[in-house]
């Protein structure tokens, strides 16, 4: 095999022809100090045992391969939801590019953040200049509307107090006096990418709602009849906002979405770039407070935030990421009671759709064993609709999940006959889950894009659902929420069984008898 | 698209000249005095870029760069096969370049190979607060339980490590002398060192230096017999397989290629360095530092190559014979002149679609410079380009053997000025990184990722320069790109150039 012009081998071909095969079979023998195959061999079967699973799980200080990123992440993607706001993280640089580089690997869409580019000198004397300088250079580089202010480890280590720096930097002239500039400290060492986002979505409806650090009196509040909704740190964002506007639209209720980034992450190619696009206006924020409750679609993601808003006087539901039949009706029946609004025949239409569709497909899932892993909502919705299925949600884990979450896990498997035979691993990481699927194998495994590793290893499908999906384009574009989500979630679900079906039926004279055409 | 053509060089450079000026008065007084430095219009015959470099990036202007963290794990020693790298400190830097690379490998993940996995001491308050070596150290003790096959453990140090005090050497010496004199490297790379990724090299290549080669015994019994052809890739990531399709040239001219650093490379490889005859340098900005070192202590002399499009393979592969007999002189020649129909085949069915083209690059390392005679080789034109942690002796280079009177130079651009830069000149392509992609194909300018190859590849080579013909053909050529305007919202063509 080799490299010509008419038909370019690239690294899928190129590296696996004789010549270059013949080349890294040679290096690793005489330069890589290779173990012996047979030991390879036999270490990569130990790894499967019950006996590594015994070590594995005995792990105190080490963690591989977790599922949760750090609280930055969140509060950048927090502040991106509200009309004309740059995040500006206090701290190293790095971490921006980071979080920059991870979100536009998910949504395949630019992501403007800053830094306050903190570095030696910063960490011995404290990061105030760089608080000053940044805050004026990015005011006047990308006129914000807003400039959302969180934090890195760096800038939490050396105890920068955020509120303090921000007033000098008001009073050296960096800002306006009255110009937003929201603030949370998010330190990575605390709770992970979801608490990022609970901070941050608080510390902005704390800003409008209770007088903006102290400069101006805090806001009163005459309730009226609009609801706000939250829906957390989410891969779906884009769809799911729009789909749940579509469905408020429907039933005629007033909202307010807090934290709207289903624009900024789907702007179009047309000769434009738009470094805001849509989000929460700073006006229908500040007049949040009024709304008689907020609902979140997720209760992990906006624990603080929920608090805060319940100590305005506002009725707080907290949901579980609901996808599916059940968590789509208790989630519109929770609003059309704390509304007034009728859920109307339309949506009631939907529902029957994904019921009729369910009753036509469960045949093929029912029974099935499922691992599950992502955020602790996300969890839970998915361990949800699987029951519903009649699957079984045999592994069901969340590194970033808490004891109270594992209780909640466990009382959704008590609630099924499905969910006799099932766990929920809180804290644990992907490599503890790799002794779970080669010891209690399921027959497909729920994940993001680092999922993949366990499909190798372990030959369990993976059908992608989560964050970050880096490796399959789109998905994000559509929703999970609401009905018709919960479709798109069925038939994801569906398309990998019926592929693995046809692949283990496929050898002709051999398998291909159940090769059939219509299942 | 490209309005270039129709302009003289004078013409170009004082355009630039505006643009620049123009960029500028967005910032703050101070702002721009500081990042006028970093801007400038290439002059011919100068022996430098004239900017600024290596200093630091100024707070809120959306520089693109990263840390040290990222200069030490994710370039240099993350992609070390054998051994495992410890991003010591909160979960977020090693999860945010867990595998992003491409560093492509050969090996049994998580058995005895652990490159894309993400191994982490995942802080937590308490670990802030009392410290986290003895974390550390039990962390040592459950891999050396749960991945026996691994040869060696490296220290990642993120940013709190080197702020709350913690002993990380202390720690390595402590577990090397329990594990038999196992090879465990403590890494100060800690984000906020430094200015960009640059200094993590720099660090990285140090403990290479202090941790690696100072513990070989002086009297160490070579691994191999060494022959008189013996050279090391020194520089190489092996992204999408780099350094793959560079090595199968260096073995066809009859050198043997005894190590790789550090794309697809192994302690064992790095221990052998110091028995090279040659270090050939790819990526002479984060792997210069060892190859001077290598110089001075071992007497390996060291010779920077260029393995971007046929032209600068030839001249490189040429320079690397010249420090060999006629034995390999004749095999660089013999190699050059195998792949020659290829390369005749590639720019027949290439460059007639690409001639005339005109880039913009804004990328790390190397590429802002190496990469142009690959463009030149189609045809195509580079008028712009900037480093993104590059030093002085980066833009000597790139003045010296490189770019264009009148290319237009920016230092640590910012988002803000490179959106304003491409906007105005409208070049026909933008390489640069995945934060910059998508801003650019908004505005319907093509692009692709410089960094990653945009997860095609391998780029280095003759069978690369195949793929990176291809790739850049269909960036450029892919229809999409006429489809950016709503037919209904078509503007007409001339206006763009009376706004010149």
Request: net charge negative; glycine share 8%.
């Amino acid at each position: 095999m080799t490299q010509n012009a008419e038909h370019v081998l690239d690294h899928f071909e190129l590296f696996r022809g004789p010549e270059y095969q013949q080349m890294l079979a040679n290096k690793k023998k005489m330069f890589e100090n290779p173990h012996d195959p047979a030991e390879v061999e036999r270490v990569r079967d130990w790894t499967k045992t019950q006996e590594y699973r015994e070590k594995n799980f005995a792990r105190e200080a080490l963690t591989v391969n977790p599922s949760k990123a750090c609280q930055p992440l969140g509060a950048v993607f927090a502040a991106v939801g509200f009309e004309g706001t740059i995040p500006f993280v206090h701290g190293s640089q790095g971490c921006v590019a980071y979080y920059r580089s991870h979100f536009s690997r998910h949504f395949k869409e630019p992501t403007s953040c800053v830094s306050s580019s903190m570095t030696e000198d910063a960490a011995v004397f404290g990061g105030l200049n760089n608080m000053i300088d940044g805050l004026a250079n990015t005011y006047s580089t990308y006129k914000p509307k807003m400039i959302a202010v969180s934090t890195t480890c760096m800038a939490e280590v050396i105890g920068d107090d955020l509120n303090a720096f921000i007033k000098t930097a008001k009073e050296k002239g960096s800002v306006p006096a009255e110009y937003d500039v929201p603030f949370a400290h998010t330190p990575a060492f605390v709770g992970s990418h979801i608490t990022g986002y609970d901070n941050v979505m608080k510390g902005i409806i704390e800003h409008f709602w209770d007088g903006k650090a102290g400069t101006e009196p805090k806001l009163e509040r005459t309730p009226n009849g609009k609801i706000n909704f939250i829906g957390g740190f989410d891969g779906y964002t884009v769809g799911n906002m729009r789909e749940i506007k579509r469905l408020f639209d429907l039933m005629g209720v007033e909202y307010t979405i807090l934290g709207d980034n289903s624009d900024v992450w789907d702007t179009p190619t047309d000769g434009e770039f738009r470094m805001y696009d849509g989000g929460t206006t700073l006006e229908d924020a500040a007049l949040a407070i009024n709304a008689k409750a907020t609902i979140s679609m997720q209760e992990y993601c906006t624990e603080k935030t929920l608090a805060l808003v319940a100590e305005h006087g506002h009725e707080v539901h907290a949901f579980n990421h609901p996808v599916g039949v059940t968590a789509t009706d208790d989630f519109l029946m929770a609003v059309s009671r704390i509304t007034g609004k009728e859920i109307p025949e339309e949506i009631t239409r939907e529902r029957g759709r994904l019921v009729d569709a369910m009753a036509d497909s469960s045949a093929h899932i029912h029974g099935k064993k499922f691992a599950i892993y992502g955020d602790p909502d996300l969890c839970l919705g998915l361990a949800a609709f699987l029951l519903e299925l009649g699957a079984e949600p045999t592994h069901v884990l969340a590194t970033n999940g808490s004891k109270a979450w594992a209780n909640k896990v466990q009382a959704l498997f008590d609630s099924s006959p499905f969910g006799a035979n099932c766990h929920v691993y809180a804290g644990k990481d992907l490599w503890h889950m790799r002794s779970l699927l080669f010891t209690e194998p399921v027959d497909f495994l729920i994940g993001n894009t680092y999922g993949k590793y366990l499909e190798r290893d372990t030959g369990t499908p993976l059908i992608r659902i989560g964050f970050p999906i880096f490796d399959r384009h789109h998905h994000h574009r559509y929703p999970v929420w609401g009905y018709q989500g919960g479709m798109k979630v069925l038939v994801t679900i569906l398309d990998k069984i019926f592929d693995e079906i046809d692949r283990s039926t496929n050898v002709p004279g051999k398998t291909d008898f159940s090769f059939d055409i219509i299942r | 698209m490209s309005l270039v053509k129709t302009q003289s060089v004078a013409e170009i450079k004082v355009r630039n000249r505006e643009l620049i000026e123009e960029v500028l008065k967005v910032y703050p007084e101070k702002t721009a005095k500081r990042r006028a430095k970093h801007l400038n219009v290439q002059e011919a015959g100068k022996s430098d870029c004239g900017v600024k470099s290596n200093i630091k990036s100024i707070p809120g202007v959306m520089t693109i760069r990263g840390c040290a963290y990222a200069g030490s794990k994710g370039v240099v020693w993350g992609p070390i096969k054998d051994m495992i790298h410890i991003s010591h400190g909160p979960v977020g830097c090693g999860q945010y370049s867990w595998a992003a690379r491409r560093n492509y490998y050969i090996g049994t993940t998580g058995v005895d190979t652990f490159v894309t996995m993400q191994f982490t001491t995942d802080f937590q308050e308490n670990d802030i607060v009392f410290g986290g070596d003895k974390k550390l150290s039990k962390v040592m003790d459950e891999i050396q339980v749960l991945f026996p096959l691994n040869n060696g453990i490296t220290v990642q140090s993120e940013c709190p490590i080197g702020l709350i005090g913690d002993d990380i050497e202390a720690v390595s010496k402590v577990k090397s002398k329990q594990y038999d004199g196992k090879t465990i490297v403590p890494v100060r790379c800690e984000g906020f060192r430094g200015v960009s990724q640059s200094l993590g090299h720099h660090i990285a290549n140090d403990a290479i230096r202090d941790w690696v080669f100072d513990k070989i015994p002086a009297d160490a019994a070579p691994k191999f017999e060494p022959s008189d052809y013996d050279v090391a890739i020194i520089g190489d990531y092996n992204i999408g397989g780099d350094a793959w399709s560079s090595r199968i040239l260096l073995e066809q001219m009859g050198l043997r290629v005894i190590a790789q650093w550090s794309g697809d490379g192994s302690l064992a490889e790095l221990e052998a360095t110091p028995k090279a005859k040659l270090n050939v340098l790819h990526c002479y900005r984060s792997m210069n530092y060892i190859s001077r070192h290598m110089e001075e202590k071992y007497g390996i002399p060291w010779v920077e190559y260029n393995f971007f499009g046929p032209s600068k393979i030839a001249e490189s592969l040429r320079k690397i014979a010249s420090f060999f007999d006629d034995k390999i002189k004749e095999g660089a020649e013999r190699v050059i002149a195998q792949y020659q129909p290829l390369m005749d085949a590639v720019i027949a069915k290439y460059r007639p679609r690409l001639e005339g083209k005109t880039v913009m690059l804004f990328v790390g390392g190397l590429r802002p410079r190496h990469v142009i005679g690959a463009y030149e080789d189609l045809g195509m034109e580079v008028v712009g380009t900037g480093y993104e942690f590059g030093h002085n002796d980066d833009y000597q280079r790139t003045a010296q053997h490189y770019v264009k009177d009148g290319t237009l130079i920016y230092d640590d651009v910012t988002g803000y000025e490179f959106e304003k830069f491409v906007e105005k000149i409208q070049p026909d392509l933008v390489g640069s990184g995945i934060k910059e992609k998508y801003v650019f194909q908004k505005m319907g300018v093509p692009f692709r990722q410089m960094h990653s190859w945009d997860y095609s590849g391998p780029y280095h080579g003759y069978d690369g320069f195949a793929i990176f013909a291809r790739d850049m053909d269909m960036a450029i050529n892919a229809p999409i790109w006429k489809m950016a305007k709503a037919p209904w919202k078509q503007e007409s063509a001339p206006t763009l150039l009376a706004a010149e």
